[in-house]
């Protein structure tokens, strides 16, 4: 019996095929990445001059390692803290501020220019009540702009923002922009964190 030649493969288009594959899993796969909070630095200043804030314009809170709130040196609830931070910064204890609809205490903020909210936490704070903190505070400040741009422009101040973002938005973007960045000097998002 005569011994059989086994076949010979091509494997001249192997490498295409492999070529072609990685590519198509290369295009396809997407890559998740990581979303933090979203925050803008303040430029630097050339500024040597100190700064002097009164106290009555800081408004502390402090979150300790057990994910309890001290507010002003006062134990407070999570869900009662975008309220006290709205009487804060809308408060207007100086005078100076003419569309400020807060009680005009001259022992709390003056102006919510001055107003600057300060976040102390542990480090044993557990990162959900650390962002849901940073969402009460940060949610006061849209609150407040919110009002101003209704009280302004008839919109309120996050649909105001949607529209400068839609590509397809028919109106006037600059003019759109400019009103977005008066509310944002009338009531500045002033949150500073401690170490």
Do not use: H
Request: hydrophobic share 35%; with cysteine; aromatic share 6%.
């Amino acid at each position: 019996m005569a011994k059989r030649a086994a076949p010979e493969v091509n494997a001249g288009s192997m490498a295409d095929i492999a070529f072609l594959l990685l590519i198509f899993f290369l295009v396809t796969t997407t890559i998740e990445t990581d979303s933090g909070i979203n925050r803008k630095l303040p430029p630097i200043e050339d500024n040597n001059e100190n700064v002097v804030i009164k106290q009555k314009n800081i408004f502390t809170v402090l979150l300790n390692g057990r994910d309890q709130l001290l507010v002003e040196d006062e134990p407070m609830e999570l869900k009662n803290l975008r309220k006290a931070a709205i009487e804060f910064l809308d408060n207007g204890g100086d005078g100076t501020c003419t569309y400020c609809k807060g009680k005009k205490d001259p022992t709390s903020s003056d102006n919510p220019d001055k107003a600057i909210i300060s976040l102390k936490n542990d480090r044993e704070t557990s990162y959900k009540m650390y962002i849901a903190v940073q969402n009460e505070l940060v949610a006061a400040y849209n609150v407040l702009r919110d009002a101003r741009a209704q009280s302004l422009y008839g919109k309120s101040f996050s649909e105001m923002e949607a529209n400068l973002n839609d590509v397809n938005w028919p109106g006037n973007k600059t003019k759109l922009k400019e009103q977005l960045e008066k509310i944002k000097v009338e009531y500045p998002q002033k949150l500073s964190e401690v170490q």
